[in-house]
């Protein structure tokens, strides 16, 4: 998730977070490593996207829940990678044939509070 992007954080209240910290922090995924551990099979991108349109988006925005799903894995295994702990089994969020939602131990906040941690040893901070 490092690709030299610079990113710019705008907040108006005391902390950062906004509906994300309220959040469950979910994250619907395919190919992702817990799923591989649980052994599921037919995770494959294209076929959680497919379902992801029939199930979620309808036809009018196929490519965004493409990209959607497609990002989902890399996001939540970066978000690992950075101390964001998730539960070591897949949750249902709806009522999708398998479990693909990956659910952090700490909610949003946690996501939120990683990420807040995070920034200043990229050298990077948020402004009040
Ligand atoms: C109870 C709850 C549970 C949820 N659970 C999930 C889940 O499990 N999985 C999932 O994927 N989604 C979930 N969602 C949805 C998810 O939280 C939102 O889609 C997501 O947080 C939106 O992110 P955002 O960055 O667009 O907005 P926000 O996270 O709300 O961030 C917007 C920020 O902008 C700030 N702001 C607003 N106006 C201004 C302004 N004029 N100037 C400066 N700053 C401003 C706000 O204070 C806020 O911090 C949930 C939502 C709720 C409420």
């Not at 108006?12 to 395919?30: D, F, K, N, T, Y």
């Amino acid at each position: 998730m490092n690709r030299g992007a610079s990113v710019l954080v705008v907040e108006s209240e005391g902390v950062v977070g906004g509906s994300s910290r309220l959040a469950g922090g979910q994250i619907m995924g395919a190919g992702s490593r817990v799923q591989a551990c649980g052994g599921l099979r037919g995770q494959s991108r294209r076929f959680v996207s497919a379902l992801y349109v029939a199930e979620y988006s309808g036809p009018s925005s196929p490519q965004s829940s493409v990209d959607s799903v497609t990002s989902q894995v890399p996001q939540s295994t970066w978000l690992a990678d950075l101390g964001v702990q998730f539960y070591g089994q897949l949750f249902y969020s709806g009522d999708e044939a398998v479990p693909r939602d990956h659910v952090p131990e700490t909610h949003g906040a946690g996501i939120i509070n990683v990420l807040e941690t995070h920034m200043p040893r990229q050298g990077r901070s948020i402004s009040p």
